[in-house]
């Protein structure tokens, strides 16, 4: 059973590009989080999504960063007009269920995304 | 806003040697705790977990913690470490009843000498 799947791996953007990140959930797994860890940070949270509805974005930043997660294929984290601060890894994670005790987060491998 | 403090950055012990790691927290209601790792190369993974009950947590490959609510920590323990063992180590809490919402320490990179 493959875990989550995040591509690319890493990711250089000029400033004022754009940049997509994908994460396809493990294999049965409706739930997707999406989370920033910036140099010598912790883990941020930034989005929860099921299919198709964003149900927690209180982690994203007001401007520039959006996500979705399509009836099909991967979630997709979009960052508009990128700047050296967006600078970090992203990780995904996804889970069966609302994150509760029997259904743990799995998470990705993370996308480096460094801003030039 | 919760918070999590790794105090160690770096730790690095020799095969068979003791560990604890620590995790302190600062949430002002009730909290779920996690500590994950982070092989070289891949991705975090569920080393354990604490949702109530016993205090004491058993996780995978020999780890364990101890929820001491009055100290706000989550400590990590194992007896005796491998060299397997090298990875990065994150505590992490989240409002109970909110698992998603997790916030992560900084991590503590563990380095076992064989």
């Not at chain 1, 890894?89 to 993370?110: D, I, K, T, V």
């Amino acid at each position: 059973n493959a875990g989550v799947m995040q591509n690319p791996r890493h990711l250089v953007r000029r400033r004022g590009q754009e940049a997509r990140l994908r994460c396809s959930p493990m294999k049965g797994h409706s739930h997707v989080y999406w989370y920033r860890q910036l140099p010598e940070e912790g883990l941020k949270f930034m989005v929860y999504l099921q299919k198709e509805n964003i149900i927690d974005e209180s982690g994203m930043p007001k401007e520039r960063f959006s996500a979705e997660f399509p009836k099909e294929g991967p979630s997709i984290l979009r960052i508009q007009q990128v700047v050296r601060g967006d600078s970090a890894a992203y990780f995904c994670a996804s889970s069966e269920q609302r994150g509760s005790y029997n259904s743990p987060l799995h998470f990705g491998n993370g996308t480096r995304l460094t801003v030039t | 806003a919760q918070s999590v403090s790794q105090h160690n950055h770096h730790v690095i012990l020799s095969e068979a040697a003791s560990l604890e790691l620590g995790c302190n927290y600062s949430y002002g209601g009730t909290v779920n705790l996690f500590w994950y790792v982070q092989y070289p190369g891949q991705h975090l993974q569920l080393l354990l977990k604490y949702f109530s009950g016993d205090p004491l947590v058993k996780g995978i490959k020999g780890f364990e913690a101890e929820f001491i609510k009055s100290k706000f920590s989550f400590n990590l323990r194992k007896p005796s470490v491998q060299w397997s063992d090298t990875a990065e180590y994150f505590c992490a809490v989240a409002p109970s009843g909110s698992a998603r919402q997790l916030t992560f320490g900084s991590g503590t990179q563990l380095t076992v000498l064989p």
